[in-house]
């Protein structure tokens, strides 16, 4: 059997990368493109012999890593990013044929991104603060130590972004990696192996290995030899690592699932306000981000929901490689299944659709069409549950503290968007809401330095920025007696 298959015209290796060399497995598991259901590929499948090679080989090539100069990791960083540049268009191709995000969003906005994840922690170790201050005559000296091999697990809405996000503070830290990509999009992980390689990265400190979740991830995340996990996904698989990281008392970070709001008030630009909501159907509404919930004041909730409807009916549904569409299909016909459930249920229990309602059957199975759903009560499940679908609902408030206590009555913390034009209002309620990030007039606007996570359900720490080097190093203090 070829360990390589062709997707898109571009050579992927299917098997794990393990040690700086590539490993079968005794069994496969099927690749398919959520574009049209095809099959791209059949994976190595891991297990836990594959889990325990690839953290044997981080932690033999530990030593190694930890002691090369903070500036040589971070050219090999740059090296990896520089690959990632010149693969930029193999790599977005992979990416939306074997995850179905649109490819010009893969070309201009996510792979520019996983270059700048690799320079913006190599630029940031090389600038990060070494505290020194003295006690009675004593100097202490702090210092970043790296913390040993860490287990990287990710989605599949954004996996190389997703990946890269860890791998690159993970390596610029001087630790090692074992990163395990989702089984729904595995292929671009085992690029970033290669590109890695060609770069120079020393073998054993970057290892991939692919498989199940239950199976080599959670492996992985129980073996003893492991210093940090690093998770994104979705709230009962974090429930499940936090477990085994107990058992082995290790930190661990959680970048998990939202329910996060837009609050449209009435002093609002309403274009924007509309804009804003239509973006939340971008990447087929499979984005942890998104503001689901649409809280609009009463005096201008008809006018809004008018321009609403009108927008996203004008939104090109189709293959996402085709540069006019706006939206592609969803991860896998299982997940159409759960949208699907939860819209039915919702509309069972009293919702209209007042756009979409239901999967796009023009397109066959794996498109849902963009649906908003209004008269859903506060604790109805469509209100309280993530659905990670193009499904938004449209509740009304009436005053400022009725907007508050709705975007707060949730679960999860992610995430909260403001339309409003009045300055003051706009530091009042985002102050007031629990959300790791707020945005204000805007969304999605990223700066790597700020720190990045969940309150509540939503996560367990911080990433971004510093925030990440915290996570990835034991911190010492070093004193000196005079
Ligand atoms: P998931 O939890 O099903 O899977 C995520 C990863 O965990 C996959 O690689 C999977 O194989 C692995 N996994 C599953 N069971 C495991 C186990 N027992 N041990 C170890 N690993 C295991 O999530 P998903 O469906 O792939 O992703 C969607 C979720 O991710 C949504 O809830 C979304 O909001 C969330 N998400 C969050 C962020 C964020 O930054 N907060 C970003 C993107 C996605």
Known sequence: MSHVATVAGV?????????????????????????????????????????????AAAQAAFPGWAATPAAERARLLRGIAEGVEKRLEELAIVETTDNGALLRSHRRGVMPRVAHNLRFFADRLEDIGHEDFATRGH??????????????????????MLATWKVAPALAAGNTVVLKPSEWSPLTASLLADIAAVAGLPAGV??????????????????????????????????????????????????????????????????????LAVEQYDNAGQVCLAATRLLVETSIAEEFTRRLVAKAAKLRQGDPRAEVTDIGPNIHTRQIEKIDGFVRRAVAAGARAVVGGGPNTDLGGLYYRPTLLTDVAQDSEIVQEEVFGPVLTLQTFDTEEEAVRLANDTRFGLAATLATGDRDRARRVSERLVAGTVWINCFFVRDLRAPFGGSRESGVGREGGDWSFDFYCDLKNTVTAP
Request: net charge negative; proline share 7%; aromatic share 6%.
């Open 11 to 55: 050579p992927v290796d299917t098997r794990h990368w393990i040690g700086g060399a590539r490993v079968a497995s005794a069994t496969t598991f099927t690749d398919e493109s959520p574009i049209d259901g095809r099959t791209l590929a059949e994976v190595a499948r891991g297990e836990r012999t594959e889990a325990e090679a690839a953290v």
């Open 139 to 160: 100097s202490n000296h702090v210092s970043w130590d790296p913390a040993g091999p860490c287990v990287l697990i990710t989605p599949w809405n954004a996996p190389l």
């Open 206 to 275: 970057l290892n991939v290995v692919q498989g199940y979740g239950a199976e080599v991830g959670a492996a992985l995340v129980a073996h003893p030899g492991v210093r940090r996990i690093s998770f994104t996904g979705s709230v009962p698989t974090a429930k499940n690592i936090a477990r085994s990281a107990a058992g082995n008392l290790i930190p661990a970070s959680f970048e998990l699932g939202g329910k996060s709001p837009l609050l449209v008030f009435a002093d609002a630009d309403l274009d924007l306000a509309v804009d």
